[in-house]
C-alpha cells in the first residue's frame, strides 16, 4: 500500500525540468575537464567536482513538489528530512561518493525515469553500517581500463565507440605552446620556405592573403566550400614552393571526399578532408582495389564551420575518430599527426598511445604564415616525423627489421602482419609473421607493444618460462627495447619529444592519466534479458560475490601527478599459430582449449610442419611474478571485456577461478559468432557488451 502511495505521489508530481540545471552543470564540468558526458564520466571526475554535481542534485531535489509528500524512510516525517541529513552529509569532507553514483546516474541519464530517480534518493538516504573495508592484499591489483582495443565482433557505430574511446583517451590536452615547432622543427627548410612561400601570397595586384586574411575563404566556412578552397589553393602553394631547395622530390595530394567512407574500417567511416601520397590513382567507379583505404592517409584533418565546435564532443572526437582508424590500418605507425580547422580557427594535434595533445588555436585569416608553414610541413614531412617506425626497412622488395642478438646482427624478414588492434590509447599490441633472412623454415612472431615502464618485461617472462621447460607457453628467441635513433622509444620523449603537457591550457593537477573505469552501483534492477548481461556467478550455486568496489590502486603512485609513459618493448617468439576462433573443426577448438584465456591470445597449431606447440599462450603482457610483494604502479590495465569473469569486472582479487570462467566466455563467445575458420558475424544480442558499462556487462 505505501509502494502505490508512493507511485501516485511521484506520478502526479513529475520532476519534469527540475534537473535540467543539474544537467547543464554536468555537461560544463565535464567539458572543462575533457571528457565525454556519460554516466562513465562519473569516475573520472575530481573530488570537488563530484562533491559539487551532488550537491547540485540535492539542491534541486529539495526544491520538487513531490519531496514534501513522500514519506521518509524512517516512517517519520517527509522524504525531505532525510535529504536535509543527507546534504548535510555530502558537504562534508568523508562523504562516501559511492553511495551517491547510483543517484547522480539516474538523475543525469538522457532519457530520465522519475520512479528510478525516486528509488534511489531512498537507497541514498538509508542511513547503514558501512561494509567492511578490504584489507589491502599482498598482491594488489591494477585497475582495468575501457578501450576501444576490447571490441570484438562488434559493429562499430559511432554511437557506441565514441564514449568508450573518450574514455581510452582521458584528458585530451590542448594549448601546447611548442607543439608546432616541435614537430615541424625537424623538417628541413621549411621555416625559410614558408616565409618565402607566404611572401608571394602577399604579393601582386590580387594576392591570395590580404589584410581580411585569405580572399577567396568562404563565407561561413561550410564544408564543401572550404574542401573546394583548400583543392584551389593547396596546388598554389606547392608552386609556389617549387623553386625552393628543401623541396622533397616526393610528392603527396590533398584526399577531400568526406562523403565516401574509406576502405578498411569495421563501420563505415568517411574523412572530411587529409593528406596521402600522390602515387595512387583514385577511380570511384573501380573496384576496392583503385579506392581510398585508411591505410593511404597520411594525415587526417577534421572541418566544422564554427569556432565554437572545437570541444570534446564535437570536433576533438571526429579528428581521434580519423586517428584510431588510421593507427589501426597501418601497423608500422607509431603515432599519428592531423588538424581540426573549426571555422577558421586551426590546432594540430598529435595522438599516441597515451592520448592525445594539441597545439594552441590560431587563426588563418590573422596568421597566414603559420597556416601556410602548416601545410608545407604536411606535404613535405618525412616518414618517420609522421609517425612511421624507422626500424621496419625495406629493400628488394622486402620488408624487414635488424636485431642485435648473441652478439651478432640478424635481419628477420616480415612475412604478414598477423594481430593489429583497433585503438589509439594502450599497449597496441602488433604481430608479425617473420623468417631469419635465408631461412625461411624457421617462422618467428614478432610482438611490439607499449609499456608501462614500470611493468615487468614480457621478454624476460618468456625468456625465464622457455629456460623453465614451461609447456604451452610460446617459446623465446629475444626481446629488446625498440630503439630509435639509438635512444629507446618512448612516447614522453621520442615520440612527444620532451613536451611537458603541465603547460597545456586546460591542464589540471592530479590528472595526468586515465581513471578506472569503474562504477558504484548497486546490483539492483538487473534485467531480466540473459542477452544483456552476463550471467552471474551466484546463479550458477556458487557463493554470492562481495559488494562492490572500485579496483585496487597503487597507494604511492597511481594517485601521483607523476605524467604517464609507454615504453616500445619489442618480444620475438619461436611458436607460431593461428587464433583459436579459426580452428578448422570443432575437436580442434576443443582440444586448443585446455589452457588460457582469450581469442586472440590463445593460438592453433594445425600444420604438422609446423614444429610449434600445437596450442598456446602468446601473451605474457600483464603477467606478473608470483612472488611479487604488491602493485606495479601502472595506471591501468586492458582487456577483452565480453571473456572476462564477472569478478574481474567488478574488482575481485584474481584467483583461478576467474581463469576457469575466462574460458567458458571464450568457448560461449566463439559458438556464438563464428560459422567457421573464415565465417565471423555480428549478434546485436551480444554486441552491447562492448560497450554497456561494468556494472551492467556484470
Not at 567536482?49 to 531535489?61: E, G, I, R
Not at 594539441?358 to 618525412?382: C, H, P, R, Y
Amino acid at each position: 500500500m505505501i509502494y502505490q502511495s508512493r507511485s501516485k505521489i511521484i506520478e502526479d508530481n513529475p520532476i519534469g525540468k527540475g534537473l535540467d540545471a543539474l544537467r547543464t552543470s554536468f555537461h560544463s564540468i565535464c567539458e572543462g575537464a575533457n571528457v565525454f558526458p556519460t554516466p562513465d564520466a562519473l569516475g573520472q571526475l575530481e573530488h570537488e567536482d563530484l562533491q559539487n554535481l551532488t550537491l547540485d542534485l540535492l539542491y534541486a531535489l529539495r526544491n520538487l513538489p513531490a519531496i514534501r509528500l513522500l514519506q521518509s524512510k524512517s516512517g517519520h516525517g517527509s522524504l525531505r528530512s532525510d535529504l536535509l541529513r543527507l546534504m548535510s552529509a555530502a558537504a562534508s569532507d568523508g562523504f562516501d561518493f559511492d553511495r551517491i553514483t547510483p543517484l547522480l546516474n539516474a538523475a543525469i541519464a538522457n532519457d530520465p525515469d522519475d520512479t528510478l530517480i525516486w528509488d534511489q534518493v531512498y537507497i541514498a538516504v538509508t542511513e547503514s553500517t558501512p561494509p567492511p573495508r578490504l584489507i589491502a592484499s599482498s598482491l594488489q591489483q591494477t585497475p582495468w581500463q575501457h578501450t576501444t582495443s576490447g571490441f570484438v565482433n562488434s559493429s562499430e557505430y559511432r554511437e557506441d565507440v565514441d564514449p568508450v574511446l573518450m574514455l581510452e583517451l582521458g584528458p585530451l590536452y590542448v594549448g601546447l605552446r611548442c607543439l608546432r615547432e616541435t614537430f615541424f622543427g625537424v623538417v628541413a627548410g621549411l621555416e625559410a620556405a614558408s616565409e618565402t612561400v607566404f611572401q608571394k601570397c602577399v604579393e601582386g595586384s590580387n594576392p591570395l592573403f590580404g589584410t581580411q586574411g585569405w580572399n577567396d575563404w568562404p563565407a561561413g566556412a561550410k564544408e564543401k566550400d572550404v574542401v573546394a578552397w583548400f583543392g584551389d589553393l593547396i596546388p598554389k602553394l606547392e608552386a609556389f614552393a617549387r623553386d625552393c631547395d628543401s623541396a622533397p622530390t616526393f610528392r603527396r595530394k590533398l584526399l577531400a571526399q568526406p562523403k565516401t567512407p574509406l576502405l578498411g574500417s569495421t563501420g563505415k567511416r568517411s574523412m572530411d578532408i587529409g593528406f596521402v601520397n600522390d602515387d595512387f590513382t583514385y577511380d570511384p567507379k573501380a573496384e576496392r582495389d583503385s579506392r581510398y583505404r585508411w591505410s593511404h592517409v597520411l594525415v587526417p584533418g577534421e572541418l566544422k564551420s564554427n569556432p565554437s565546435a572545437d570541444i570534446p564532443s564535437i570536433a576533438r572526437i571526429d579528428i581521434a575518430t580519423y586517428a584510431r582508424e588510421v593507427l589501426s590500418a597501418q601497423d608500422t605507425r607509431r603515432f599519428v599527426l592531423g588538424f581540426t580547422l573549426c571555422g577558421s580557427l586551426m590546432r594540430i594535434w598529435v595522438f599516441d598511445r597515451l592520448g592525445g595533445i594539441a597545439s594552441e588555436g590560431f587563426d588563418i585569416n590573422k596568421d597566414g604564415l603559420q597556416f601556410v608553414s602548416t601545410i608545407l610541413g604536411f606535404l613535405w614531412m618525412g616518414e618517420e616525423e609522421l609517425g612511421f617506425d624507422p626500424t621496419f626497412m625495406t629493400a628488394n622488395g622486402q620488408q624487414f627489421i635488424e636485431i642485435e642478438r648473441n652478439g651478432s646482427k640478424e635481419r628477420l624478414i616480415i612475412d604478414e602482419v598477423m594481430k593489429r588492434p583497433r585503438c589509439i590509447a594502450g599497449r597496441a599490441t602488433t604481430c608479425w609473421k617473420a623468417h631469419p633472412n635465408g631461412n625461411p623454415q624457421t617462422i618467428l612472431v614478432i610482438k611490439d607493444s607499449w609499456q608501462y615502464p614500470e611493468r615487468d618485461e614480457e621478454g624476460e617472462l618468456l625468456r625465464e618460462a622457455t629456460e623453465k621447460g614451461v609447456v604451452r607457453v610460446a617459446r623465446y628467441y629475444h626481446h629488446e627495447t625498440v630503439k630509435v635513433r639509438g635512444m629507446d622509444d618512448d612516447i614522453q620523449k621520442r615520440v612527444r619529444k620532451g613536451l611537458d603537457v603541465t603547460t597545456a591550457a586546460n591542464y589540471r593537477p592530479g590528472r595526468s592519466g586515465p581513471t578506472p573505469n569503474t562504477t558504484s552501483a548497486p546490483r539492483q534492477g538487473r534485467s531480466n534479458s540473459t542477452a544483456g548481461v552476463k550471467r552471474s556467478s551466484s546463479q550458477a550455486g556458487a557463493p554470492l560475490p562481495p559488494s562492490k568496489r572500485t579496483c585496487s590502486i597503487s597507494p604511492t603512485k597511481a594517485g601521483s601527478d607523476t605524467l604517464l609513459n609507454r615504453v616500445h618493448r619489442r618480444v620475438i617468439l619461436l611458436d607460431y599459430g593461428k587464433p583459436i576462433y579459426k580452428a578448422s573443426s570443432r575437436v580442434a577448438l576443443l582440444t586448443a582449449l585446455d589452457g588460457y584465456i582469450s581469442i586472440n591470445n590463445l593460438m592453433i597449431n594445425e600444420d604438422d610442419s609446423n614444429p610449434s606447440w600445437h596450442s598456446f599462450l602468446i601473451d605474457l603482457d600483464l603477467a606478473i611474478k608470483e612472488h611479487r610483494d604488491g602493485a606495479s604502479g601502472a595506471r591501468g590495465k586492458t582487456g577483452t571485456r565480453a571473456f572476462m569473469a564477472i569478478g574481474a569486472l567488478l574488482g575481485e582479487q584474481h584467483s583461478f577461478m576467474h581463469d576457469l570462467e575466462s574460458f567458458f566466455w571464450v568457448l560461449f563467445w566463439i559458438c556464438i559468432h563464428y560459422d567457421g575458420p573464415d565465417k565471423t558475424r555480428v549478434v546485436p544480442e551480444f554486441n552491447q557488451w562492448n560497450y554497456i558499462t561494468i556494472d551492467s556487462l556484470g
